[in-house]
């Protein structure tokens, strides 16, 4: 069913501004129109004084954990596979209903969210669009085995590789990702200090992941790590504390993305007394480095993609993505820029800059409408959100 969206003040991705009063033809759960007036037959929306944005995206999601826990991990193997599952979808309606219309998740248990997001499209549920990695790539005693895959030599990372590529293309996923766990983690027993790969290895993920048509996205916390991605050609470096000038240089020059999660760590950083002491430890580490890393990034210009670790321990319900933007404006970055980082550099990243990310034309209408400038106070995502549309369709669960 069509209607308009009338005198809203829309957000321009490429002018890093809204336009005044504008008003959207959305039809059939895409925006028809910008610009012009409705037929007196047409519904209408007065949004007169009301800021519209894209709906915002999330590249580092556990759909499946729950993070009010202080070892969701755990929790997740205690509830099993099947419970996992509807814990995952009950997140993507936390998320959607709070702005959040698409998630990209990193690893989950028995690759559950792939056919969740196959279900969802099927009609069968609601939420947030996931675009899943399944179980993530991961060598023996890597980082997070429960969400993992095990794979150690070079023919075992290529079938592992080409085991999520089955996957996705049987539950008829378009925009296909793989994730490797490259060095350890903060929330593990194990050192965070050495690549868990080597670069040959990387390369072949890599090679095996983009011939058949897939990108790829790492957990890279230490330098060493780190470097052999970006040598790698890994498309997104998540987290990505120790990245020194010269290699940010070359994920600009290489166009990969960085996705820096940065109120994660600074949340596990504070959490002495509710989580072990060697995560806070280890945590504390990456966050100080994270600064330095972020700031650089920024003034290089490499592509900035938001992302948060939702569902990661301590860090409360799903979604994260109010609370990293905050993280990000107070780390230096513009309003404008932040909202691109969770909006159109998301979706250039992910490959669906086509249909998300921006207010035109053709594209899938998810939008938000908020009370209040966003440019002039980023906590407007966190607490002046009127409504969320996905699809065209105005978001009704319950606040």
């Known amino acids: 069913m069509a209607f308009w969206l009338l005198n809203g003040n829309i957000f321009d991705v490429y002018s890093d501004n809204f336009l005044e ?55 997740m193997i205690d509830e099993g596979s099947y419970v996992a599952m509807i814990r995952a979808l009950c997140n993507s309606q936390l998320a959607v209903r709070k702005g959040v219309t698409t998630v990209r998740d990193v690893g989950c248990c028995d690759d559950v969210t792939i056919h969740l997001n196959k279900a969802m499209r099927m009609g069968l549920a609601k939420g947030c669009d996931i675009i899943p990695c399944g179980s993530s790539i991961m060598g023996t005693f890597g ?8 794979a150690d030599s070079e023919d075992e990372l ?5 085991q999520v590529k089955s996957l996705l293309t049987e539950a008829g996923e378009p925009c296909q990702w793989v994730k490797v766990m490259a060095t350890g983690g903060a929330a593990g027993p194990e050192e965070v200090g050495p690549s868990m790969y080597s670069l040959l290895q990387l390369k072949a993920i890599v090679e095996e992941a983009h011939r058949l048509h897939m990108k790829v996205c790492a957990h890279a916390l230490s330098k060493e790590g780190i470097i052999n991605c970006i040598e790698a050609g890994i498309d997104s470096i998540e987290h990505g504390a120790e990245i ?16 820096p999660t940065l109120s994660v760590y600074r949340i596990l950083s504070e959490s002495e007394g509710i989580l072990p002491a060697n995560t806070v430890r280890k945590s504390k580490k990456v966050h100080e480095n994270q600064k330095t890393t972020f700031k650089n990034a920024y003034e ?7 992302g948060t670790d939702a569902g990661s321990m301590n860090c409360g319900e799903h979604p994260n993505v109010a609370t990293e933007m905050s993280d990000m404006y107070n780390a230096g970055m513009s309003s404008a820029d932040v909202i691109k980082s969770a909006t159109i550099n998301c979706a250039k990243v ?12 053709d594209k899938i209408a998810d939008i938000i409408i908020l009370s209040s400038n966003p440019l002039q106070s980023i906590s407007a995502f966190a607490n002046n959100i009127i409504s969320v549309y996905k699809d065209g369709e105005k978001v009704e669960f319950e606040k």
């Open 350 to 361: 992910l490959g669906v800059e086509k249909s998300k990310g921006s207010l035109e034309k």
């Open 158 to 162: 290529i079938r592992a590789v080409r």
């Open 143 to 150: 980082h997070v085995p429960a969400i993992g895959r095990i």
């Open 244 to 259: 020194s000038m010269e290699y940010l240089l070359k994920m600009k020059e290489k166009g990969l993305a960085y996705v």
């Open 21 to 75: 009063e504008v008003n959207l033809k959305i039809n059939n759960g895409y925006i028809e129109q910008v610009g012009g007036l409705p037929n007196s037959n047409e519904e209408v929306i007065d949004c007169k004084g009301k800021y519209l944005t894209p709906g915002l995206m999330d590249m580092h999601t556990h759909m499946v954990w729950d993070g009010t826990s202080s070892n969701p991990a755990q929790t």
């Open 300 to 306: 290089l210009g490499v592509m900035i993609a938001l």
